[in-house]
């Protein structure tokens, strides 16, 4: 599997991301009180949560999702 997590620049708005199990990642965006996620490998996410929960959701998702992330193109 080819790693460019590391280089790849982040989308905008994205304050954090996890790398889940199958190499895909949940973002997380925005902060403060209207903290989101979203996962790139399944339609998980969701958005206006408190920062520290909504990393707690990301992280959590993060750990068990399987989805692979779609190609870029
Ligand atoms: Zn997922």
Do not use: F
């Not at 996620?37 to 998702?61: L, M």
Request: glycine share 16%; proline share 7%; net charge negative.
């Amino acid at each position: 599997m080819q790693n460019t997590h590391a280089t790849e620049p982040w989308p905008e708005g994205v304050i954090a991301r996890y790398l889940t199990l199958a190499g895909a990642t949940v973002d997380v965006t925005g902060g403060g009180d209207s903290t989101g996620y979203r996962c790139t490998g399944c339609p998980y996410g969701s958005g206006q949560w408190r920062e520290d929960i909504a990393h707690g959701h990301a992280q959590g998702h993060a750990e068990t999702c399987r989805g692979l992330p779609r190609p870029t193109q």
